[in-house]
């Protein structure tokens, strides 16, 4: 986590007021340091209506919002995100589908497909490329990223 990130973990708060009350109380803090909220925490477009009103609510306040996903989910519950989200970690596991398959239980096709769709909308993306030892950090593995990137 980079200092000027700050990560809110909802296991202790209950609503989206909480939360952004929570934030807002430090917003001077982000103003000052370039920071704001990362939403993660598993997979945060499990809970896309929930994500989207923090960030709503948070924009209000002009807290820079960054959203960390995989994007594995309909493109209608991340398109609805998009406008309150200012920044996307983008995390891609493996590029070859089957071996995505293999290692994940599901196909890349919803993931790149969304990814390709944020970039359209001229959304920030940072992809990332989590290297696990024995799944995905072969060359071929790392050459397939790059030239997909």
Not at 5 to 10: C, D, F, K, L
Not at 107 to 112: A, E, P, S, V
Request: neutral net charge; aromatic residues 6%; contains cysteine.
């Amino acid at each position: 986590m980079c200092p000027s990130e700050a990560r809110v973990i909802s296991g202790n708060i209950k609503s989206v007021e909480e939360i952004v009350q929570t934030v807002v109380r430090d917003s001077l803090f982000y103003r000052n340091s370039g920071g704001g909220v990362t939403l993660s925490g598993g997979e945060p477009l499990s809970q896309a209506e929930f994500i989207r009103e923090i960030a709503k609510e948070l924009k209000k306040h002009g807290i820079h919002c960054v959203l960390d996903t995989s994007g594995n989910a309909s493109w209608e519950k991340l398109k609805s995100i998009l406008p309150f989200i200012d920044l996307i970690y983008w995390d891609i596991k493996c590029i070859d589908r089957e071996k995505h398959r293999k290692l994940t239980g599901v196909t890349n096709d919803l993931i790149i497909e969304n990814l390709k769709k944020s970039l359209r909308l001229g959304k920030k993306v940072v992809v990332r490329f989590p290297l696990i030892p024995g799944c995905n950090d072969s060359n071929s593995d790392i050459e397939e990223i790059g030239y997909f990137l």
